[in-house]
């Protein structure tokens, strides 16, 4: 079971932390990604963590704004969101991926089957 926190109202060029905890599972044992959705849009990938090796993606959207990780000992994947701007604007849920022999974590949002509750970010001023 997987749950995010750490959302909430925030000013353009704030920062947020948004955190994924897991119960059950390892998250160093899955691949682990941050999924979006805003109102009246799809769902967009935003980033991931490959299990086995710690290797982080990124979504051409946020990259060099957010940075995601692992600990290992909390076993929690953290979202660092800074210099946010309104278009990020969404839910934001953390979904867990089977890892994949050779394969980095996947965009794919099929390849999840487990999926936390979302946690709400909005940037507004």
């Known amino acids: 079971q997987l749950q995010a926190s750490g959302g909430g109202l925030v000013q353009p060029g704030g920062s947020l932390r948004l955190s994924c905890s897991a119960s059950?599972?390892?998250?160093?044992?899955?691949?682990i990604g941050w999924f979006r959705q805003a109102p009246g849009k799809e769902r967009e990938w935003v980033s991931c963590?490959?299990?086995?090796?710690?290797?982080?993606r990124y979504a051409d959207s946020v990259k060099g704004r957010f940075t995601v990780s692992r600990d290992s000992a909390e076993n929690t994947v953290s979202l660092q969101m800074t210099s946010l701007e309104p278009e990020d604007t969404a839910v934001y849920y953390c979904?867990?991926?089977?890892?994949?022999?050779?394969?980095?974590?996947?965009?794919?949002?099929?390849?999840?089957?487990?999926w936390g509750q979302g946690t709400q970010v909005t940037v507004s001023s």
């Open positions: 059950g599972a390892n998250v160093d044992s899955y691949n």
């Open positions: 979904a867990a991926e089977p890892v994949r022999s050779g394969w980095s974590c996947s965009s794919y949002g099929p390849r999840h089957d487990r």
């Open positions: 963590i490959t299990g086995p090796s710690g290797s982080t």
